[in-house]
């Protein structure tokens, strides 16, 4: 069944704005019109992809991707077929896992913690967190000096810029909403008839207390230092929502692929394949395409893209590419995702990404 192109807009819920607490060393304030510039892009591609005369990948294509990369890799695909409801026990670790946990201001923070580092760094960088301040004490995180949260986290790169956005969200998310918690967007839209059934048995007649996929993006990426790729991995991987993070594995890969314009940039990316690609898939095509991504050396400019590489064979029983075509399009594949790196290092410095 092919996915659906356009989704129903949803009314972005009125997010208050943070008041003049007194924080130490607070990052640079996230101005109303760059919020404004935020939400209105996320929103204009919500319902449509920014390249609406693209016509790829086909549902067709993300199956047989999808396929290839199963059978080419499948501990990979074992391991996310097993997708289930998260538990938050002390073994697991949100930046270990692109905030794989139920716990969802622990997963956006694990995922900033991930951003521009490897997971063995980011890992370690997360356990320092919990270490110095205990596990989900987002209190103590938020009250702490910058210079604590910063020596907590400093295995993980960047931690003079993480802290502050780590911070900021925690103090903005409880001048909000009271408390230290975004568990309110773990709440899944139920359908009428479901609602309005409880409501009768309840003898309530309240409206439904339930958070949309987009809704819970727009709150997301109204946070200072969350970027669509950072909301996306909360939504898919904590929230279990169908949502399409693409990072620099996943953007080089599309472009190998030719799911993307030349002119994609990775914000634009996602919003196009997170249209394109079978809800179905989203999850398994995602982790499998960064899997590849990081073990493939065959699709990568190190070695001018020459090499076995299942995408490349594919791309070119699809294509009729000749080699020498390839190994240039996997060139300019890299280049690209390098340059977008760079630009968006990632939400953690001015937030587009």
């Given at each position: 069944m092919p996915p659906k192109l356009k989704r129903p807009r949803s009314i972005t819920p009125t997010i208050p704005q943070r008041g003049d607490a007194t924080t130490a060393e607070p990052p640079s304030p996230q101005t109303p019109?760059?919020?404004?510039?935020?939400?209105?892009?996320?929103?204009?591609?919500?319902?449509?992809?920014?390249f609406p005369d693209f016509p790829h990948p086909t549902p067709a294509e993300a199956e047989q991707v999808h396929a290839l990369l199963a059978t080419t890799h499948p501990d990979i695909a074992s391991s996310s077929a097993r997708r289930s409801k998260f538990s938050d026990d002390s073994s697991s670790n949100s930046a270990r896992t692109c905030g794989k946990v139920s716990n969802v201001l622990d997963s956006l923070i694990g995922t900033i913690l991930s951003q521009n580092?490897?997971?063995?760094?980011?890992?370690?960088?997360?356990?320092?967190?919990?270490?110095?301040?205990?596990?989900?004490?987002?209190?103590?995180?938020?009250?702490?000096?910058?210079?604590q949260v910063v020596e907590a986290i400093k295995t993980?790169?960047?931690?003079?810029?993480?802290?502050?956005?780590?911070?900021?969200?925690?103090?903005?998310?409880?001048?909000?909403?009271?408390?230290?918690?975004?568990?309110?967007?773990?709440?899944?839209?139920?359908s009428d008839v479901d609602v309005n059934s409880k409501a009768k048995a309840e003898g309530s007649s309240q409206g439904r207390a339930t958070v949309s996929d987009e809704e819970a993006m727009q709150e997301l990426v109204?946070?200072?230092?969350?970027?669509?790729?950072?909301a996306s991995c909360v939504l898919l991987f904590c929230l279990g929502r169908s949502s399409f993070p693409v990072d620099t594995h996943v953007f080089r890969l599309s472009r190998l692929l030719g799911w993307?314009?030349?002119?994609?940039?990775?914000?634009?990316?996602?919003?196009?394949?997170?249209?394109?690609?079978?809800?179905?898939?989203?999850?398994?095509?995602?982790?499998?395409?960064v899997g590849h991504g990081r073990r493939c050396k065959g699709c990568k400019s190190m070695s001018s893209g020459k090499g076995e590489c299942v995408l490349k064979r594919w791309v070119q029983e699809q294509k009729g590419a000749k080699e020498e075509e390839m190994e240039e399009t996997i060139v300019k594949a890299e280049e690209a995702a390098a340059e977008v790196a760079v630009d968006h290092s990632t939400d953690v410095k001015s937030e587009v990404s």
């Amino acid at each position: 069944m092919p996915p659906k192109l356009k989704r129903p807009r949803s009314i972005t819920p009125t997010i208050p704005q943070r008041g003049d607490a007194t924080t130490a060393e607070p990052p640079s304030p996230q101005t109303p019109s760059h919020r404004a510039k935020k939400l209105k892009l996320l929103a204009s591609h919500a319902i449509s992809s920014p390249f609406p005369d693209f016509p790829h990948p086909t549902p067709a294509e993300a199956e047989q991707v999808h396929a290839l990369l199963a059978t080419t890799h499948p501990d990979i695909a074992s391991s996310s077929a097993r997708r289930s409801k998260f538990s938050d026990d002390s073994s697991s670790n949100s930046a270990r896992t692109c905030g794989k946990v139920s716990n969802v201001l622990d997963s956006l923070i694990g995922t900033i913690l991930s951003q521009n580092t490897s997971s063995r760094n980011s890992t370690a960088a997360k356990h320092g967190l919990d270490a110095a301040f205990g596990r989900h004490n987002f209190q103590a995180i938020a009250e702490a000096s910058k210079d604590q949260v910063v020596e907590a986290i400093k295995t993980g790169g960047l931690a003079n810029k993480k802290a502050a956005v780590i911070q900021k969200i925690l103090r903005e998310v409880y001048d909000r909403h009271g408390e230290y918690s975004l568990q309110h967007l773990a709440r899944v839209v139920q359908s009428d008839v479901d609602v309005n059934s409880k409501a009768k048995a309840e003898g309530s007649s309240q409206g439904r207390a339930t958070v949309s996929d987009e809704e819970a993006m727009q709150e997301l990426v109204s946070y200072d230092g969350v970027g669509p790729k950072t909301a996306s991995c909360v939504l898919l991987f904590c929230l279990g929502r169908s949502s399409f993070p693409v990072d620099t594995h996943v953007f080089r890969l599309s472009r190998l692929l030719g799911w993307v314009p030349a002119r994609a940039d990775r914000v634009t990316a996602q919003a196009h394949l997170d249209l394109k690609v079978p809800d179905h898939l989203k999850y398994g095509l995602h982790v499998l395409m960064v899997g590849h991504g990081r073990r493939c050396k065959g699709c990568k400019s190190m070695s001018s893209g020459k090499g076995e590489c299942v995408l490349k064979r594919w791309v070119q029983e699809q294509k009729g590419a000749k080699e020498e075509e390839m190994e240039e399009t996997i060139v300019k594949a890299e280049e690209a995702a390098a340059e977008v790196a760079v630009d968006h290092s990632t939400d953690v410095k001015s937030e587009v990404s």
